[in-house]
C-alpha cells in the first residue's frame, strides 16, 4: 500500500509531517503502536490513515465528545463512513450505528469508553473484529496520568476479543510512568513506541503571580486586542466561566463569547463548539474540568485563569494554541489561594482510606444499587462515590453501566491500600510539581520538556517565554530598575558575594541580611521578583533543597548563589536585569511609603499597566476597599466593632468553627514552619469566627486580613468557614 499516494488522494496534504510515515507504516503493518507526539503535531492522521490503508471498519476510543464529534465530521466530509455512539446521542442512532458496523458498512466507528460495560456491547463488537482499534487520549487509562477514567481501566479485559487488530495508543501528556503503564493496562504486544518532541517552538509562555480579584479584568483587557483572538479561556469553575464570558461579551460585544463546561445540554455545548469553529464565537471560556477537544488551528491564545492541577494538564491545554505553526501565546494566572483550592478539592475527592474499608467490606458479588448502599453506609452520596470510584481504580470494585458496584473476583479487604496510597502521593507531587512551574526561575518550555523526560531535546532556552525575553512580553511590562530597585539588587548580589566560595544563602538568611528595614524584605512578593529579575538575567541561580525534621516531615527550602557571570565585575551594571513595571512602588524612599495614606475622600486609586494596546491602566487593588457602615451597610460588616471581644460568648456552631480554625492553624504553622501567630493573629481569628465570612469580599473586611493573607490563606479559610 503506498501511503503517500493515499494521503494525498484521501486527506489532500502533499506530504507527512515529521514523524507521522513511521507511525502509519508501523500501525498499517499490524503492530501494536504507542504515540506520544505534541498536541497539534497530526496524532490522529496516525490511526486515520492506517485505519483507511487496512480496509474494514475502525473502532476509536475517546473520552471527549467534542473532540468524537469533530474527528467525525472532518471524516465524513473527505467522503469516509462514520458512525459514533455516545451519550450525546439519541437510541435510535445508536442501534444504527451498531448495525451499520455488523453490516460492514462504516470506515470508523467513534465510541465513549463507558459503552463497553453496556450488557453485550463489547460482545456485538466482536462479532465483526475491527481493523484497527484507536484509543485516543491513552493517558486517560493511568492512575498515574492528570486525568484518570475508571472506564479507561477496564478496556483492557476487552480488547483481546477484538483481536487480532492491532492497538495505536495516542497521547500528548505521558510521563515515562504514564507510557509504560499504557502499555501494560492496554496489554500491547511488542508495541513500535514513537515519543517525539513535546517542544512547542512557536508558544510563548507567561506566568504571572495574580490575586483571584483581578484576574477576570486582566483577562478582558488581554483580549480586547483582536491579535490575541481566537483565544480559549480556562476557569476553574462552572460560575467563574459563565462570568468570565459575560464580562467578555459586554467588552468585546454581544455574542464574542461563551462558556463552556459540563453542566450544559449536550446541544448547547455543540452549539458553542460549532461556532467557535467557524469563527463566529471569538472566546470560549472553559472549565479546567472539561476537556473542550476543540481541533481549531488557529488560536492565539490560551489563558488560564487559575493554576492547573497538574503540569500534563497545563501542557495539554496550552497545546491548543498555534496549531497552525503560527506564533501564539498562553497566560498563566497564579497565586498561592489556588494551591490551597487544588488541596480542599484534593481533599473531597480522594476520601480517607478508612471509608474505602467501609465502602469494600460492604460490597458482594452480586451488583448493587449504590444510593441504598450510600444510607446504608450513613454515607454523604458524592463520599460513598468517591470512595467507589478510588476502589474501581485499584481493581477493588465493578460498576455497570447503570452505576451499580460489586466487589471484584479477586478483590481481598485490604489488597488496595498500597496502590491507593501510591496514587494520592502521586497527586500530591502533581501539585507540588505545577506550583513549583508558576515559580521555576528557568526558561517555562524548557521546563515543561524537562519535566515529560525528553532527553533529546537539550532543554535550551526557547526564547519567547517571559524568562527568556521579557522585553516582548504582552502580558505584563517590564522595565530596567529604577535607582532604588537597583540598591536593592545590587545589595543582594554583594552579599552572595561575601561568600563567593560557598554554596550560596539561604532565601530567608538573605532577604534578613542586606535588605534588613525596607519593602523588598518584608514583602515576600517583591523580594521574589527581585530575585526572579537577577536569575532571569543569569547573575544567580536558585534552587530548591529539603531536609527532614524529627517528625520526619520533608521540608523543603530555597538556595540562591550567584553564578558565574554574576562574580563577574560588570554584574553590578545589572545588564539584561528588567522587572515588572508594577513595581515601580520600590523607588519610592521607605520613609515615604511608611506614612500615613490619605483618607479615602482625597486618595487617588493606584494605576497599573497593562500590557495590552487597547487598554493600559486599571486598579492595582494592593488594598481592601474603604468600607463606610451605615444603617444600609449589611449586618456582616456592623458586627465588626464586636468582633475582636474576647469575652463574648460562642454559639455552638461558632465554637465547632472556632475548633476548626485553630486545628488549621496549627497544622498550616507546622507546614510552614512558622509560628501559628504568623498564620493568624488569636484577634484575627477570633474576629473570624464571629463573623464567619462567605467569600473573598467579606474576608478582606476583617481586621488582620490582607491581601497577601488572601492570597496565602483565603481559599481555606473559606472552605471552613462554609462548612
Given at each position: 500500500m503506498n501511503l503517500e499516494s493515499l494521503l494525498h488522494t484521501t486527506f489532500g496534504f502533499p506530504g507527512f509531517r515529521a514523524n507521522q510515515q513511521a507511525v502509519c507504516r508501523a500501525a498499517t503493518d499490524g503492530r501494536d503502536v504507542l504515540l506520544v507526539m505534541p498536541?497539534?503535531?497530526?496524532?490522529?492522521?496516525?490511526?486515520?490513515?492506517?485505519?483507511?490503508?487496512?480496509?474494514?471498519?475502525?473502532?476509536v476510543i475517546s473520552p471527549l465528545i467534542a473532540l468524537m464529534d469533530d474527528q467525525a465530521a472532518k471524516l465524513s466530509a473527505l467522503g469516509l463512513r462514520v458512525a459514533r455512539i455516545h451519550s450525546g446521542l439519541s437510541r435510535d442512532d445508536s442501534r444504527q450505528a451498531c448495525r451499520d458496523y455488523l453490516d460492514g458498512a462504516l470506515n470508523f466507528l467513534f465510541i465513549a469508553p463507558e459503552r463497553m460495560r453496556v450488557p453485550g456491547f463489547p460482545e456485538m463488537l466482536a462479532r465483526r473484529k475491527p481493523s484497527l482499534i484507536a484509543i485516543d487520549e491513552a493517558h486517560c487509562i493511568s492512575a498515574w496520568g492528570h486525568d484518570f477514567r475508571p472506564d479507561y481501566r477496564t478496556l483492557g479485559e476487552h480488547l483481546p476479543a477484538l483481536r487480532p487488530a492491532p492497538i495505536v495508543a495516542l497521547t500528548a501528556t505521558a510521563t515515562p510512568t504514564v507510557q509504560r503503564d499504557i502499555v501494560a493496562q492496554l496489554q500491547l504486544a511488542n508495541p513500535a513506541l514513537f515519543i517525539h518532541g513535546f517542544r512547542r517552538s512557536n508558544l510563548a509562555i507567561e506566568v504571572i503571580e495574580m490575586s483571584k480579584p483581578r484576574r477576570h479584568q486582566f483577562t478582558t483587557a488581554l483580549l480586547t486586542d483582536a491579535a490575541s483572538r481566537p483565544a480559549i479561556v480556562y476557569a476553574p469553575s462552572r460560575k467563574a466561566s459563565e462570568e468570565l464570558a459575560a464580562e467578555l461579551n459586554h467588552t468585546l460585544g454581544r455574542n464574542s463569547a461563551a462558556a463552556y463546561h459540563a453542566g450544559l445540554e449536550p446541544s448547547v455545548r455543540e452549539q458553542v463548539q460549532t461556532a467557535f469553529q467557524s469563527g463566529k464565537l471569538s472566546v470560549v471560556v472553559?472549565?479546567?474540568?472539561?476537556?473542550?477537544?476543540?481541533?481549531?488551528?488557529?488560536?492565539?491564545?490560551?489563558?488560564?485563569?487559575?493554576?492547573?492541577?497538574?503540569?500534563?494538564?497545563?501542557?495539554?491545554?496550552?497545546?491548543?494554541?498555534?496549531?497552525?505553526?503560527?506564533?501564539?501565546?498562553?497566560?498563566?494566572?497564579?497565586?498561592?489561594?489556588?494551591?490551597?483550592?487544588?488541596?480542599?478539592?484534593?481533599?473531597?475527592?480522594?476520601?480517607?482510606?478508612?471509608?474505602?474499608?467501609?465502602?469494600?467490606?460492604?460490597?458482594?458479588?452480586?451488583?448493587?444499587?449504590?444510593?441504598?448502599?450510600?444510607?446504608?453506609?450513613?454515607?454523604?452520596?458524592?463520599?460513598?462515590?468517591?470512595?467507589?470510584?478510588?476502589?474501581?481504580?485499584?481493581?477493588?470494585?465493578?460498576?455497570?453501566?447503570?452505576?451499580?458496584?460489586?466487589?471484584?473476583?479477586?478483590?481481598?479487604?485490604?489488597?488496595?491500600?498500597?496502590?491507593?496510597?501510591?496514587?494520592?502521593?502521586?497527586?500530591?507531587?502533581?501539585?507540588?510539581?505545577?506550583?513549583?512551574?508558576?515559580?521555576?526561575?528557568?526558561?517555562?518550555?524548557s521546563a515543561i520538556v524537562e519535566h515529560f523526560g525528553d532527553t533529546a531535546d537539550g532543554h535550551r532556552p526557547c526564547g519567547k517565554c517571559d524568562f527568556c525575553a521579557p522585553g516582548s512580553s504582552t502580558a505584563q511590562n517590564f522595565a530596567p530598575p529604577t535607582p532604588e530597585q537597583a540598591?536593592?539588587?545590587?545589595?543582594?548580589?554583594?552579599?552572595?558575594?561575601?561568600?563567593?566560595?560557598?554554596?550560596?544563602?539561604?532565601?530567608?538568611?538573605?532577604?534578613?541580611?542586606?535588605?534588613?528595614?525596607?519593602?523588598?524584605?518584608?514583602?515576600?512578593?517583591?523580594?521574589?521578583?527581585?530575585?526572579?529579575?537577577?536569575?532571569?538575567?543569569?547573575?544567580?541561580?536558585?534552587?530548591?533543597?529539603?531536609?527532614?525534621n524529627a517528625e520526619g516531615n520533608v521540608i523543603p527550602y530555597k538556595k540562591v548563589a550567584l553564578t558565574h557571570e554574576g562574580r563577574s565585575d560588570d554584574a553590578s551594571d545589572l545588564i539584561g536585569v528588567v522587572l515588572p513595571a508594577e513595581l515601580a512602588e520600590l523607588s519610592k524612599p521607605t520613609s515615604t511609603r511608611n506614612k500615613p495614606k490619605k483618607s479615602a475622600k482625597t486618595r487617588t486609586a493606584p494605576r497599573e499597566q497593562f500590557a495590552t494596546p487597547a487598554i493600559r491602566e486599571r486598579s492595582m487593588e494592593r488594598t481592601a476597599p474603604t468600607l463606610k457602615l451605615s444603617d444600609s451597610t449589611p449586618a456582616f460588616h456592623r458586627t465588626r466593632p464586636a468582633a475582636s471581644d474576647p469575652t463574648a460568648a460562642l454559639t455552638p456552631e461558632q465554637q465547632a468553627l472556632d475548633v476548626r480554625l485553630r486545628d488549621w492553624r496549627k497544622a498550616e504553622s507546622a507546614r510552614i514552619g512558622l509560628p501559628q501567630f504568623f498564620v493568624l493573629g488569636s484577634s484575627t481569628l477570633r474576629s473570624i469566627v464571629l463573623a464567619r465570612p462567605r467569600t473573598v469580599a467579606q474576608l478582606q473586611t476583617i481586621s488582620g486580613i490582607g491581601p497577601d493573607k488572601v492570597d496565602k490563606f483565603g481559599a481555606s479559610i473559606l472552605a471552613l468557614c462554609n462548612g
Open positions: 498536541t497539534g503535531a497530526g496524532k490522529s492522521l496516525c490511526y486515520q490513515l492506517p485505519a483507511i490503508a487496512r480496509g474494514g471498519t475502525a473502532l472553559a472549565t479546567i474540568a472539561f476537556g473542550m477537544g476543540i481541533d481549531k488551528a488557529d488560536v492565539r491564545t490560551v489563558v488560564h485563569t487559575a493554576l492547573p492541577a497538574s503540569i500534563e494538564a497545563f501542557y495539554q491545554e496550552i497545546g491548543r494554541a498555534g496549531r497552525d505553526g503560527l506564533p501564539s501565546r498562553t497566560v498563566l494566572l497564579h497565586s498561592y489561594a489556588d494551591r490551597k483550592l487544588h488541596e480542599f478539592f484534593f481533599e473531597r475527592d480522594y476520601p480517607p482510606a478508612t471509608d474505602l474499608v467501609r465502602v469494600a467490606k460492604a460490597l458482594t458479588d452480586e451488583f448493587l444499587m449504590p444510593d441504598p448502599l450510600a444510607r446504608q453506609l450513613k454515607m454523604d452520596p458524592y463520599q460513598f462515590q468517591k470512595a467507589v470510584e478510588k476502589l474501581v481504580a485499584q481493581g477493588a470494585a465493578a460498576i455497570d453501566v447503570a452505576g451499580n458496584v460489586r466487589r471484584t473476583a479477586d478483590a481481598r479487604p485490604t489488597s488496595w491500600r498500597a496502590g491507593y496510597d501510591a496514587q494520592i502521593a502521586f497527586r500530591r507531587a502533581q501539585l507540588d510539581r505545577i506550583a513549583a512551574f508558576a515559580e521555576t526561575q528557568q526558561c517555562r518550555m540598591r536593592h539588587l545590587c545589595a543582594i548580589l554583594s552579599a552572595l558575594g561575601n561568600r563567593s566560595t560557598s554554596t550560596g544563602k539561604l532565601h530567608a538568611e538573605l532577604a534578613a541580611g542586606p535588605l534588613r528595614g525596607t519593602s523588598a524584605a518584608s514583602d515576600r512578593r517583591t523580594f521574589d521578583v527581585l530575585l526572579d529579575a537577577l536569575a532571569r538575567a543569569g547573575l544567580i541561580a536558585i534552587t530548591t533543597e529539603s531536609f527532614t
